[in-house]
């Protein structure tokens, strides 16, 4: 049994299409989705705006709320809770240039009614976490923006969103690249300088994920610490990503055992959840999967961290003390190996 509450977003299971071929599996509604979410051993959704309120651009203000009400019922009917929202700047024809950093003021603006009802959309499903993943805030022609702009553009439309609603809280998913070449929000240490730059740091917080971190070249274990040191951890999309190269979102853990081992026991170590927070799988099927097993990622992934949790358990800190003394952490180091590779 896992000390988390575990989460996933409908995009998690999908229909394996990708850059260079069509869709393998059949669509899967989102309420069988989330029934299917409940039985495999999670506790909440993870939204973006549109999973909410399909067909988002078509409806009003009022109908978005009913509609999001609708939403909220299948969640009741199965036990299930709802994490965040997070709106999808990066489908839409106004977001081709970016949301909050676009280059046209009218798509800015669109961005803007896209956080506005994001938030209308958490309050009518019962959570009080914006999470904003980035994905076009940089560019690819680096001179297509002025950089110091863009990153008070981010600023300011996050200080909006504080404003619109004085209990909603916004996380920042940072990713370095893709789909844009250069992010202006790469990594923890940006997101959180954001925070302090906002107009009420103590509601802007970090999601982190794994496969992001290492693709900053970075360690995801160690995000997860400075994050945590600050108190700024919110959420986290565990997965794995095999070396810094196209976005993989693999089941957490199945590349880099040792590195899969010191996120979760940082985790565990700190408590990570005792403030509701959840441990999200931001996984993906390979496109291979067949469709009656399109949910094995996220139930390995699960399963992974509680296998982690075990090891965790049984790690020695008296011997790793000992190791730090002797300034021996070759044998530290192969302690670790023991730990992992013993049944
Ligand atoms: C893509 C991101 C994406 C976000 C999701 C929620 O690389 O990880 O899956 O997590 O859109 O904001
Ligand atoms: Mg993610």
Known sequence: MSMFKFSAGPWNVHEGADAFGPAVRKTITFEKKVEMFKKIGLDGVQFHDDDAVPEINELNDAQIRARARETKKILDHYGMAAEFVAPRLWMDPRTIDGGYTSNNPKDREYAMWRSYRSIDIANELGCDKIVLWLAR??????????????????????????????????????????????????????????????????????????????????????????????????????????????????????????????????????????????????????????????????????????????????????????????????????????LLMKG
């Open 137 to 338: 805030e940089g560019t690819m022609c680096a001179e297509s923006k002025d950089p110091i702009q863009s990153v008070n553009r981010i600023i300011e439309a996050i200080n909006k969103m504080l404003e619109y609603d004085k209990n909603i809280k916004v996380l920042v998913e940072t990713k370095p690249n893709e789909p844009v070449d250069r992010s202006f929000c790469p990594t923890i240490g940006h997101a959180l300088a954001i925070s302090s730059a906002t107009v009420d740091p103590s509601r802007v917080g970090a999601l982190l994920e794994s496969a992001h971190a290492i693709l900053a070249g970075l360690d995801p274990a160690n995000e997860i610490a400075f994050a945590l040191a600050m108190g700024k951890l919110w959420s986290v999309h565990l997965n794995d990503q095999n070396g810094m190269k196209y976005d993989q979102d693999k089941a957490f853990g199945v590349e880099n055992l040792r590195q899969a081992f010191n996120q979760i026991k940082v985790l565990v170590e700190n408590n990570y959840g005792s403030n509701g927070e959840y441990v999200g799988l931001d996984v993906k099927a390979m496109r291979t999967q067949k469709d009656e097993a399109c949910y094995r990622h996220i139930e390995n992934s699960i399963k992974m961290v509680e296998m982690l949790e075990e090891k965790v358990k049984n790690f020695d800190y008296s011997y790793q003390q000992q190791c730090i003394e002797a300034r021996d952490y070759e044998a530290l180091e192969m302690y670790i190996m023991e």
